[in-house]
């Protein structure tokens, strides 16, 4: 579906491959981000084309939001404070951004009758023990307000509340995406990020740090599999519907590090770090994110192709390449 698409957050990590993805696909791109967690980098690549516009500004900006909502025919609503380290270290940035940014532009895609999708998060789930996917309707189960971590996944729930209210009061076309560890080339791991940072670390020769007992588990999806899922949601679906967009590789942290270590033939040390010692005032992590993904795969067909060795491969490659440019 060529047109004319806005993506908030557009030169973050999961912004600059959807860009790619959908001007592979004859789209006119505008890309709005305020350079916080992405990065010029990231879309360098795409700087001298006609068809694709950085805007540097920010999704708390009304002017620029409602200009930018107003020329596009839909939008992909990624931008978020995002990355533990972020949301322990600036929680009232996390707040407002989440929320405040996501009230101004669906309140500008209604305006305007713009079809949104909105970039959710599976840490809305909350803190589940038992090692079985995950389902849309599945319940939440949260920790207390004072371990910062929930309140980025009380903002992006209520993202979703936002989105889901507005489609049901007013109408407004939209769908929302659950994503579970998106990783690829270009993710930084500068807020915690751990695929880069076992990678950056192992290929430098330095210890890996494994937060915890390393004995939780995550499922990671390569990023171009779920800017394919993105794109799918987006046209292909209907409106006021929940989907997760993740993978079922699921691998606990200890062992992500021992392949990290295999593949890259790193002679580095595993190292475990209590999490206070990470995080100035402690943190509760998750032990178990695995998404049920049948629902995505009978509305559009979706899975992902990509396994956990061939996603560790093309982040060594990129890590490669960014040392040797240094």
């Not at 990590?13 to 696909?25: C, K, Q, V, Y």
């Not at 998106?182 to 990678?199: E, H, I, K, N």
Request: net charge negative; hydrophobic share 40%; proline share 3%.
């Amino acid at each position: 579906m060529a047109g004319r698409v806005l993506i908030t957050g557009g030169a973050g990590f999961i912004g600059s491959h959807l860009a790619d993805r959908l001007l592979a696909d004859g789209c006119e791109v505008w890309a709005l981000d305020d350079l916080s967690t992405g990065s010029l980098d990231n879309v360098a690549h795409l700087s001298e084309r006609r068809d694709f516009h950085l805007v540097v500004d920010s999704v708390l900006s009304p002017a620029v939001v409602n200009e930018l909502v107003h020329k596009c025919d839909v939008i992909y609503h990624l931008a978020a404070a995002v990355g533990v380290r972020l949301i322990v270290e600036q929680p009232v940035k996390t707040l407002v951004t989440n929320l405040q940014g996501t009230e101004i532009v669906l309140e500008h895609c209604n305006r305007f009758g713009k079809r949104v999708l909105v970039a959710s998060t599976s840490e809305v789930y909350g803190d589940h023990r038992e090692e079985v996917p995950l389902a849309e309707s599945a319940r939440r189960i949260y920790g207390p307000t004072t371990q910062r971590r929930w309140a980025y996944a009380d903002s992006k729930a209520m993202d979703e509340f936002l989105a889901l209210a507005h489609h049901h009061e007013r109408g407004l076309d939209c769908v929302i995406a659950r994503l579970f560890n998106t990783v690829g080339p270009r993710q930084s791991g500068q807020y915690g990020m751990v695929v880069p940072r076992f990678v950056r670390a192992a290929l430098a020769g330095e210890p890996l740090e494994v937060f915890g007992d390393g004995r939780q588990t995550r499922c990671f999806c390569h990023v171009d599999d779920t800017v394919r899922a993105l794109q799918g949601l987006m046209e292909e679906t209907g409106s006021g519907e929940i989907f997760n967009v993740g993978s079922q590789n699921r691998i606990s942290i200890l062992d992500l590090a021992r392949r990290v270590l295999e593949l890259t033939g790193a002679d580095a040390d595993l190292v475990h770090v209590p999490y206070e010692s990470v995080y100035e005032h402690g943190i509760e992590d998750m032990l178990h994110r695995i998404p049920s993904t049948e629902k995505i795969r009978a509305a559009i067909g979706w899975e992902p192709e990509r396994t956990l060795d061939e996603i560790l491969a093309d982040v060594m490659a990129y890590e490669r390449a960014e040392l040797a440019a240094t």
